[in-house]
């Protein structure tokens, strides 16, 4: 199953919606810090509401951690690619083929990520948008591209029939 992976984030309120969206679809997620608030329930709670305790969350103190971490968890094909949500990327994240090992990478909403964690990226996508726009909310980029990622890799969660 793909994982979502945060890049240092600024907005508590950003965060939560992300956490919930990765409780509801089942998706782990890492944190890396140092985050530009407090990453405590307390903090998160307001946007992720009950869900935060059904997510599945990894916190990493640094880059260089989450790297070693990454590097450590190969697979047949290596480590899992690391796939950047940035306004420079080439490719559509439409035309992009996922695996499902793929960690999907957001960036800080203030920034996004500096040049070295840009270049360290397996890959670079971009959501397409009208000429003159800069970029969409960070917790609706993570959705667009997370069920892009599950949808190729038919990894959302199994639901039951209504009755």
């Known amino acids: 199953m793909p994982r979502l992976a945060l890049y240092q984030p600024d ?3 950003n965060t939560g919606t992300m956490l919930r969206l990765a409780a509801c679809l089942g998706v782990p997620v890492e944190i890396i810090e140092p985050a530009g608030f407090d990453v405590s329930d307390r903090n998160l709670r307001r946007s992720g509401m009950d869900y935060l305790e059904r997510a599945a969350i990894t ?3 640094s880059w260089s951690s989450f790297e070693s971490w990454r590097q450590e968890c190969k697979g047949p094909d290596g480590p899992p690619r ?3 949500a940035t306004t420079r990327g080439a490719l559509s994240y439409v035309d992009f083929r996922f695996r499902a090992d793929d960690i999907i990478l957001m960036g800080r909403e203030s920034a996004g ?3 070295d964690v840009h270049l360290a990226s397996d890959a670079r996508v971009v959501i397409p948008m009208q000429p003159g726009l800069r970029s969409l909310n960070v917790a609706v980029t993570a959705a667009m591209i997370l069920g892009e990622a599950l949808r190729q890799t038919r990894s959302f969660p199994v639901t039951s029939s209504p009755e």
């Open 82 to 84: 690391l796939v950047l």
């Open 113 to 115: 990520v500096p040049d």
């Open 59 to 61: 916190r990493h103190i």
């Open 11 to 13: 907005i508590p309120q």
